[in-house]
C-alpha cells in the first residue's frame, strides 16, 4: 500500500455527489463515513461500485460517542445511560465513555455489523487513545486493548480479511496479544499539528520510533497531517515517504479529499 486518504463528509446526501466521484480517486485505500450527509447508510451496491480497484474502508468511533449518530436517543445525557461520561469540550456533540461498558460495546459492535453488511472491506477505529483519559482507572490501557481485540474477533467472525486499522496510540503494539487483531497504524499530526504547526521534534522521534516497529511486523503505517502551506505539505510528504509510512495531508474538518502524493 502506498497511497491511502480519508474523508469524512462532503460527499452529500440524497441529491449529492455520493459516492460516485470517489471512484476516480487515486488512492489504494479510502476512508470515509458508513453514512451519508443525512446520517443515512451507504448502500452496498453504493459501496461495491465506489471500491472496485481499491480497498474502502469505513470510519467508527469506540472510545466516544456522538449525538449525530443514528444510535443516539433522546433524553441521553451524561450519566444516561451510565456508560455516557462526560462531553467533550472541544468537540461539540462528543462524549467520553465508558468504553469496557457492556452495553456501549453491545451498541458499537452492531454498527460494526453494519459497516460489514454495507460491504466495507474494514473499519477505521478512532479514539483509541481514550484509554489516556482515564488515569484515575489502572485497567484502562489493558482493556483498550481488549475492546479492539474483541472488535476485530467480532469482525473476523463474519469476514477474516475484514481489515483493523487504529488510529493514534501506536504505543499499543507493546501491549500483549494487540498486534495480532490489527492490520495497520494510522497516526495524527506526526509532523504538523491542525493546522500548518509543526510538531516538536520529541514528539516525531517518540512516533517515528514507534513506528519502526509496527513496520518490522509488517504492517502499514498510515500518517495524517494537517496542513495548507504548500512548502510544509511537500516536506511532510518527503519526510514520512524517507520513514518508510504511507502519508496524507488533508484539512482539518476532513470534508474534501486532498490530491496526495
Not at 444516561?80 to 462531553?87: G, H, R, Y
Not at 482515564?134 to 486493548?145: D, S
Not at 467480532?154 to 496479544?177: K, S, T, V, Y
Request: hydrophobic residues 40%; proline residues 8%.
Amino acid at each position: 500500500m502506498r497511497t491511502w486518504a480519508i474523508q469524512l463528509g462532503g460527499l452529500g446526501g440524497a441529491d449529492g455527489p455520493r459516492l460516485a466521484p470517489l471512484k476516480r480517486a487515486p488512492f489504494g485505500l479510502l476512508v470515509i463515513e458508513p453514512n451519508d450527509d443525512d446520517g443515512q447508510p451507504w448502500s452496498r451496491a453504493e459501496v461495491e461500485a465506489a471500491a472496485q480497484d481499491k480497498l474502502l474502508v469505513a470510519y467508527l468511533s469506540v472510545g466516544a460517542a456522538e449525538d449525530y449518530r443514528r444510535y443516539w436517543q433522546p433524553g441521553w445525557k451524561p450519566g444516561q445511560p451510565e456508560w455516557i461520561l462526560k462531553a467533550d469540550p472541544d468537540w461539540p456533540g462528543n462524549y467520553d465513555v465508558a468504553y469496557w461498558n457492556p452495553a456501549w460495546q453491545k451498541l458499537a459492535l452492531a454498527g460494526l455489523d453494519t459497516l460489514i453488511d454495507q460491504g466495507f472491506h474494514g473499519v477505521y477505529l478512532d479514539l483509541i487513545d481514550a484509554y489516556m483519559r482515564r488515569p484515575e482507572r489502572p485497567t484502562a490501557r489493558a482493556e483498550m486493548v481488549r475492546w479492539v481485540c474483541k472488535i476485530a474477533a467480532h469482525a473476523h467472525a463474519r469476514d477474516p480479511q475484514f481489515l483493523i486499522i487504529p488510529q493514534n496510540a501506536p504505543e499499543l503494539l507493546l501491549d500483549p496479544g494487540y498486534a495480532a487483531c490489527v492490520d495497520a497504524a494510522a497516526q495524527e499530526e506526526t509532523f504538523v499539528y491542525a493546522t500548518d504547526g509543526v510538531t516538536e521534534p520529541e514528539r516525531q522521534t517518540e512516533l517515528l520510533g514507534s513506528f519502526k516497529a509496527w513496520r518490522k511486523l509488517g504492517k502499514p503505517v498510515l500518517t495524517l497531517d494537517y496542513a495548507s502551506n504548500p512548502g510544509l505539505i511537500s516536506q511532510t510528504y518527503s519526510r514520512a515517504r524517507a520513514a518508510g509510512l504511507v502519508p496524507y495531508v488533508s484539512v482539518r474538518n476532513l470534508d474534501v479529499l486532498t490530491p496526495g502524493r
